[in-house]
Structure formats: C-alpha cells, structure tokens
C-alpha cells in the first residue's frame, strides 16, 4: 500500500500541485519518471532484506526494491528499465572526515601525494612538466619525506635544477611545511641568518646552509600561503569522491563566515555532485556571531549539525596526547590543546546550543579529554543531551575501557584507518610501539562493544578511498606487509557497515541514506564485484563503475565499454 500512495503522490507531482521541495536542488536532473533496473546483485545493508535483484526510483527516492517479479509487480513493466547484468550495487559510500571544501585547492597545484606518485624521483619528474600561476609561482602539493620509497624530500637544489629562475613552494602532505627552491627564499627575504620564527624553522644542512625544508606553518607562510579553494576545485574534487563511490561526504573545517557561503552557494548550484555534512570551526574568529544563524545556510544537499574541536594534535607530527608518551620519546611530546576544564565547558556549551561535538582526538590521553567532556556536558544536562550525537575524529589509540565509554556515552568513532597501512610500520617501530600500534583504529573492539563506528581518509591528509579502507580494516596490513593487531580486523559485512548504516548514523541521516530502503534517497554504487563474497583481501581492487545520487549519475567509468 505504501507503493501505491506514492504512486498517488507521484501523479499529485505530475498534476503541477507541488513541487518536492526536499530535492529541489536537483530539480535540472532529478526526473518525476520511475526507473528500475533488474538483474543487480544489490548488497542492500537493510537487514530486513539484506539482498536484491530489483530497485525502482522516482523523483529521486527509492519506491521499490527485491526481486524482479516483485519490483515490476509494484511499478509495471512499462517503464524505463535498465538490465544491469549481474552488476553489483551498494549503497552510496559515506565518507565521515573530509575537508572537502579546503582540501580541493590540490586541484589548484601539482599534486605529487605519495599516495599515487610513490617515488621522489616520480615527484621530481611531476613538478618538471609544473607550470607557473598567475603570479609567478610554481606550486605542488603533497611532498613526504617519510613516504617516498627513497625517504627523503625534494632539496633546494632538485628544485634549483627544474626551475632556476621561477619560485617554487612543495606544500608538505601534513601541510605544516613546505620545500622551495633558492628563488623562493630569496623573492621571501629568507637566508641563512634568517631567524627561526615561533613554531617553526628552517631547516639547515651540516655546513649550515639552507636545505629548503621549512617546518612548521608559520616558516612556510613566510614563503608563500596554500591557494584558496573556489568553485572550480570544489566541483574536481566533488567528481574525485563520486569516482570513489561517495555520495555524502564533510566539511570539517568551517574555518570562516565567506567559506560558510561559498560551501552553502555551491551546494545549491543544483549540479552538485554529493550530500555535504558540515561542521564550524570553535577556533573561527566569528564563532560565537555565527553560531545561532549556522542552520540558515543549510539546504537539501548541506547540513551543518557539528562543532570542530580538538584535543591533541597529529601523532605521526610528534603532537599526539598519549598517556605513556612516545614509543621513541624524543619523536614528539605532549600535545594536548588544552585542560580537561577547558573542554569540559566547550563541550558544554556546544551542547546547550544544539550543537553535535565532533572531536578530533588521536591520542589516548586526547580521547580520554573528550570522554570526560561529553560525559560533563550529559551529566549536566540529563535527559536533554540525548538527542546530541557527539564524534570522536581519529581515535586512533584507544584502550578498552575508553571503547566501553564510547558505547555508554554513544559517543561515535570516525577511525582514520588508512594509518594503519601508509604510517603502521613508523608507528610501529618510532612513535607507538608493537604494543600500542596493534591499538591503532580498535575497529574490532569497538564492533564487539556494539559501537556504530565509522572510518575516514582526512584529505588532504589522504584521498578519499573507501574500498581501500575496507580492505585496511579486513587485513590490518601495513605497506611492507607487517600484521598490525590482527584482533582488531573486522569482517567485510562490518566494514560496509561503517561505510553506509554507521556512517549515516553518525550524520543523523540514517532516516535518508546508508541503506537501500523504500522512502530513503536513491544514492548507490555500481561496483565490478560484491564486497561481501568477494575475497577481502581483494576488496581493494574492485573497481566503482557508477555513482548514483538522488536517481542521477554523478560518475561513470568512461572505459567500461572496452571491457
Ligand atoms: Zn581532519
């Protein structure tokens, strides 16, 4: 009966009555007309009908799905069907810690991120084909000395080779730092003599000259600032996740009312490529100004439920919080970003103000921080914090009594578990050790515990990937092969939960998305094999060949037809 009274309400539509104002952004593409397609291998993540073979669509939701008699039973055999061959689908990916917005500026310079290009000399020969911006100013983005094969970063003088005469800025992979070459430090007024500004330094060689790495933020920014993201970037990097399968991705980093509004513009453009869950910065200058109007930039593609906050920095930038130190001590020292008070009542206040924490907190002393927090802030308020489903970011070492916490306090982990496969072995052997580097992202623990965890990749920290997490997450492997706490894999049935279901719960939108079910958003994945029968050790190869969102193809693999 369900299907019917949509199918009234769909005629209602058609009459002119009204127009669904919920999809309206996608109104240039989002058709009134009922697609299906049949013969799927659809991994649905409803566990009341975990299979299918058979979804139908209209105005952008879901009004059938199960096996083909069935859904052409329900819409008629009239319509426009499409036979999908076997094909398998999913539910859209949900991508729990992005920096959306911000980090699409990569697109803005020359993307040499170990990631796809793993060799320094690979990175050298990239930067060589670079051309200047309209200022002058050659730029690459993603420089790693500790990930490159050769471990090392580009020096001032590879750089002085390629361009002698243009200023060159490498911003860092961690973006806090950068390599230039000698044209740069001298248009920057930077020599030998130059001194240290606070928080940062240039790096020096035995006879004391100038390396060309300069570490930390504020010696890079003596060079040169990280280009700006626009609207241009924003739509590559929009396609980037959609190839990657993501149809609802983040903006964790508000950092300021003009990317409030650019974020809010774009996602309205009614071309828009993704769902976007937002969170402000509790460290912007308008923070306090902004707060109360936040939810008047939201719209059908943008919801903005989350407060940023942080209570210790990177642990591979040596500003983890842990509770017994680093495994080498002089890789870093305590990073905690403030006093249990101080979070306690920032925690606090986000609450009374309707606000979601989401807590970047990677260390275990940092994840201790924000627990005692959020259990201040509900103790306060009782029954009234309920509603408020707080985040931690990261987690990345955590003890069992802390993952106890989590399921009391529901208090929801977004594991950054790509550390475990590009960082494992440093952690391993410099900044954790055997013991707590088996920690690193407790998914198994935490599934035990009946937590709704999620994983995340971070960019520009690293590109948004979900199937290789998965994958991390099934075989807990680092990049030379070591086994990082095998106790802690899950099963590839958990990991796609913490990529759909889990994700969408975390958002407050498992009502819309995360699953394939009647009356939530058409937004799915074509994939070239299911990941639940499929080996997971060979998760990571599948390959996305479509993304779907709101009923409309946002990607598509160009070389599918050769196949
Ligand atoms: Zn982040």
Not at 75 to 103: C, M, N, R, W
């Amino acid at each position: 009966m369900k299907v019917l009274n949509k199918l009234i309400i769909f005629v209602l539509l058609i009459g002119g009555i009204s127009a669904c104002s919920e999809q309206a952004n996608l109104k240039n593409k989002v058709t009134a007309d009922i697609n299906v397609i049949i013969n799927a291998d659809i991994v649905t993540m409803d566990s009341l009908m975990p299979a299918a073979q058979a979804i139908a669509y209209s105005e952008g939701k879901i009004i059938a799905i199960g096996s083909n008699e069935a859904v052409l039973a329900q819409v008629g055999a009239d319509k426009s069907i499409q036979d999908a061959q076997g094909e398998t689908i999913v539910p859209g990916f949900i991508e729990t810690h992005d920096h959306f917005y911000l980090s699409s500026a990569i697109f803005l310079v020359t993307d040499i991120q170990p990631f796809t290009t793993p060799t320094l000399a690979g990175a050298l020969e990239k930067m060589s084909t670079a051309k200047p911006d309209k200022d002058g100013w050659v730029l690459g983005f993603g420089a790693d000395q500790t990930l490159y094969q050769e471990k090392m970063g580009p020096s001032r003088q590879d750089l002085d080779k390629l361009f002698p005469n243009d200023p060159v800025v490498i911003f860092h992979l961690s973006g806090h730092g950068g390599f230039v070459n000698s044209k740069a430090l001298e248009i920057s007024g930077i020599d030998k003599n130059t001194a240290n500004p606070t928080g940062g330094y240039f790096e020096k060689d035995a006879q004391g000259e100038l390396t060309g790495y300069l570490s930390g933020i504020p010696a890079v920014s003596m060079v040169r600032g990280f280009p700006d993201a626009n609207e241009k970037s924003a739509l590559l990097a929009a396609k980037q996740r959609a190839a990657a399968g993501v149809t609802t991705s983040s903006e964790l980093a508000l950092m300021n009312k003009k990317f409030l509004i650019e974020l809010s513009e774009l996602t309205q453009s009614g071309t828009f490529p993704m769902r976007i869950v937002a969170g402000y910065f509790s460290t912007a200058p308008d923070y306090k100004e902004m707060l109360p109007a936040l939810k008047n930039h939201e719209n059908s593609l943008l919801k903005i439920p989350f407060i940023k906050t942080w209570t210790d920095g990177s642990i591979q930038g040596g500003t983890g919080s842990l509770k017994d130190g680093y495994y080498q001590a002089d890789f870093g020292s305590d990073g905690a970003q403030g006093s249990q008070e101080f979070f306690n009542q920032q925690i606090l206040d986000m609450y009374q103000q309707g606000y979601w924490p989401a807590i970047h907190a990677n260390g275990d002393n940092a994840v201790e921080l924000a627990l005692n927090a959020i259990e201040y802030a509900q103790q306060k308020l009782g029954e009234n914090s309920k509603s408020i489903r707080p985040q931690i970011i990261h987690a990345q070492v955590t003890n069992k009594a802390q993952i106890q916490r989590m399921a009391v306090l529901g208090a929801n982990p977004s594991f950054f578990i790509t550390h475990v496969y590009y960082w494992g072995d440093l952690h391993y052997e410099t900044t954790l050790g055997p013991e707590k580097s088996a920690r690193l992202s407790a998914l198994g623990d935490a599934f035990s515990a009946g937590i709704k965890a999620s994983m995340h990749n971070d960019p520009p920290v690293s590109p948004v990937n979900p199937l290789l997490n998965m994958w991390i997450a099934t075989q807990r492997k680092t990049t030379s092969g070591r086994i990082l706490g095998a106790e802690q894999a899950i099963t590839a049935e958990q990991a796609m939960l913490a990529y759909t279901v889990n994700a969408a719960y975390q958002f407050g939108m498992e009502k819309e998305v995360g699953s394939l079910t009647v009356g939530k958003n058409a937004d799915f994945v074509f994939l070239s094999d299911n990941p639940l029968t499929i080996k997971a050790s060979e998760i990571k190869d599948i390959t996305v060949l479509k993304t779907v969102l709101a009923g409309v193809t946002t990607f598509e693999l160009t070389t599918k037809a050769s196949k």
